[in-house]
Nanobody, 123 residues
Framework: QVQLVESGGGSVQAGGSLRLSCVGT????????MGWFRQAPGKEREGVAA????????YYADSVKGRFTISQGNAANTVYLQMNSLKPEDTAMYYC????????????????WGQGTQVTVSS
């Protein structure tokens, strides 16, 4: 069973930055789509950013374009989300997720999920 572990969440003031990390283990494949979703209280879970670790395909939600950057670590099972110019509306639980190939970084649902890490942005 694939396991995903997130880290890097926390509290920051508006305009600040945070970097989230996700490490996946027990992957039966060498390449995956890996990405970040978020869910704020009372709202639906939404895709934030995703990347295909076997190529250059990426996805960003319109609300984070130009502020967030997803990248792959040296290991294919590690991804990062650099979040700059954070806004109070970015406050949510952020979940790392992975999907085996064939996969689409813009998909609204991935197969495997982490436990989540909280990001809180104060004004």
């Amino acid at each position: 069973q694939v396991q995903l572990v997130e880290s890097g969440g926390g509290s920051v003031q508006a305009g600040g930055s945070l970097r989230l990390s996700c490490v996946g283990t027990r992957y039966p494949y060498s390449r995956y789509c890996m990405g970040w979703f978020r869910q704020a209280p009372g709202k639906e879970r939404e895709g934030v950013a995703a990347i295909y670790t076997g190529g250059s395909g990426t996805y960003y939600a319109d609300s984070v374009k130009g502020r967030f950057t997803i990248s792959q670590g040296n290991a294919a099972n590690t991804v990062y989300l650099q979040m700059n110019s954070l806004k109070p509306e970015d406050t949510a639980m952020y979940y790392c997720a992975a999907d085996p190939p064939p996969c689409d970084p813009s998909a609204r649902y991935f197969t495997y999920w982490g436990q989540g890490t909280q990001v809180t942005v104060s004004s």
